[in-house]
């Protein structure tokens, strides 16, 4: 495993999580841009948010305004804070890396970590 992902879990409605993902423990990775990806149950995977190595960032319209994302390029990790859940942000969320360097051109995903929105 490249890329672990973790901090999904179980909040009521308007709560708050906090989504980390880093490379592993040896691993030479690093990445020109991270992002978090979601999948809710039978819908397709799609775009949560994305941080350059420079500090730009784009977000889905459905999370702006409530979602941050940040990288912390020393420690190759990026991170998904979320406020103001809804419960259709419940989904498995996926964080993505496109390498660099010597792993230009090729993407990493890591596992998924889920997050039950629910009262």
């Known amino acids: 495993v490249q890329l672990q992902a973790s901090g999904g879990g179980l909040v009521q409605p308007g709560g708050s999580l906090r989504l980390s993902c880093t490379v592993s423990?040896?691993?030479?990775?690093?990445?020109?841009?991270m992002g978090w990806y979601r999948q809710a149950p039978g819908k397709e995977r799609e775009l949560v948010a994305v941080?350059?190595?420079?500090?730009?960032?784009n977000y889905a319209d459905s999370v702006k305004h409530r979602f941050t994302i940040s990288r912390d390029n020393a420690k190759n990790t990026v991170y998904l804070q979320m406020n103001s859940l809804k419960p259709e942000d419940t989904a498995a969320y996926y964080c993505?890396?496109?390498?660099?360097?010597?792993?230009?051109?090729?993407?990493?995903w890591g596992q998924g970590t889920v997050v039950t929105v629910s009262s």
């Open positions: 993505k890396g496109d390498g660099s360097g010597d792993y230009y051109g090729l993407d990493f």
């Open positions: 423990a040896g691993s030479r990775l690093t990445f020109l841009t």
């Open positions: 941080a350059g190595s420079g500090g730009s960032t």
